[in-house]
């Protein structure tokens, strides 16, 4: 019975937790109207996730969105720091491209998000395989130890948490 009323609990929970920040009212209403929306949603949505993305370790997904949280907080100022004291003319771009060795398109799609989310870099594309990510860089010295940061920080973590 209850799994048929929240086919995704956790999407039913992230969404009147997202609802209520975005009313930014903490009322007795609010609660409701993000009940409503995160039972419905589901419910309405749950014929389109045939196979539902299985998190293997809640503890690790939990730490790896307050890393990312942190990262990008992180960013913001080093980003900030970039476009208010760099010169033009030292800003070093760059394409960056990323193999990738998760399977689960679940992972693989908050890694790309991961990755765009952080300012300063963004997911511009992935090759037809799906084995390599292309991200570009608003400065960097190093693309290879960008890289290499990517893949040891998120990758690793996601093939945990999902795989």
């Keep these: 019975m209850l799994r048929k009323l929240f086919p995704h609990p956790l999407l039913t929970l992230l969404l009147v937790i997202i609802w209520l920040l975005l009313v930014n009212q903490w009322k007795v209403g609010s609660l409701v109207m993000g009940l409503i ?8 949505t749950a014929a389109y996730w045939p196979n539902r993305p299985v998190v293997k370790d809640i503890p690790a997904f939990i730490s790896y969105c307050l890393m990312v949280l942190w ?3 992180v960013a913001n100022i080093q980003v900030a720091k970039i476009v208010a004291f760099m010169p033009n003319d030292k800003i070093k771009s760059a394409w960056i491209p990323i193999p990738i060795d998760l399977k689960t398109p679940e992972a693989i799609t908050m890694l790309a998000g991961t990755i765009t989310m952080t300012p300063g870099t963004v997911t511009a594309d992935m090759s037809s395989d799906g084995k390599v990510l292309l991200i570009h860089t608003l400065h960097t010295d190093d693309p290879d130890g960008v890289r290499d940061d990517i893949k040891a920080r998120y990758e690793t973590r996601l093939k945990r948490i999902f795989e």
Excluded: E, R, Y
């Design 71 to 73: 990262d990008i907080i």
């Design 37 to 44: 929306l995160g039972i419905a949603i589901p419910l309405l």
